[in-house]
Structures are given as C-alpha cells and as structure tokens.
C-alpha cells in the first residue's frame, strides 16, 4: 500500500558526507512515524534514526548521535538522512521505514524500502 523509495546512497572517502532521501507514494506520509535502519553484511538489520510524525521529535542510535540527523518533509512525502563525518563503521546497506509507533524496534516496522548501500571507504 506505501511504496517507499530511496536515493542517494553511494560510495564516499571516510569523513565525508551523504544525504539519503526516501520518497513515499500515497497521500498517508504524514500518518506516520519514520526511521533509518541499517544492515551490515553478517550482522543483524539495526536501528539507525527515528523521526515522529510532525518532525519535532528525533531519537538516535548511540554510534550515529552527532553525525548522522533525520529530518521530513511532510509536504513532499520525503524522508531524509544527512549523513556527516563518515565512518568505516558506517558502511551498510540502508533502509527506509514506515513505523506503527515512534520506536527503534524493527518489529514495528509495516513497510520498509527497497534498500540503498553506502560504503565508506578508509
């Protein structure tokens, strides 16, 4: 029913910048709380970033606080990661999600986005 679709996503030095953005279908966007997800080859899909429904409140994974910010634009159904001062430890493969609940849980979760990777090359 929500389609959600990501860009942005790529391959950057360490210390670099990138700024994913999801884009939503549907005319519901605002209806929900949002997140950033992120799953590194072997290792479990891990919470990234979580942004409410109006955007006034933000919730951050400790090894992301201060570097990475979500942010929305309800009007343009648009759901955005600036990702600064990359790391290594930060390469992924990154998802975008649609939350029943402002959490961090993936079991939350009732639509994710296809996926897009970023890699931070040392």
């Known amino acids: 029913q929500v389609q959600l679709v990501e860009s942005g996503g790529g391959l950057v030095q360490a210390g670099g910048s990138l700024r994913l953005s999801c884009a939503a279908s549907g005319r519901t966007f605002s209806l929900y709380n949002m997140g950033w997800f992120r799953q590194a080859p072997g290792k479990e899909r891990e919470f990234v970033a979580v942004?409410?429904?109006?955007?006034?409140?933000?919730h951050y994974a400790d090894s992301v606080k201060g570097r990475l910010t979500i942010s929305r634009d309800n009007a343009k159904n648009t759901l955005y990661l600036q990702m600064n001062s990359l790391k290594p430890e930060d390469t992924a493969v990154y998802y975008c999600?649609?939350?029943?609940?402002?959490?961090?849980?993936?079991?939350?979760?009732?639509?994710w986005g296809q996926g897009t990777q970023v890699t931070v090359s040392s």
């Open positions: 942004i409410n429904r109006n955007g006034g409140n933000t």
């Open positions: 999600a649609a939350l029943n609940s402002y959490s961090t849980y993936t079991a939350s979760v009732l639509y």
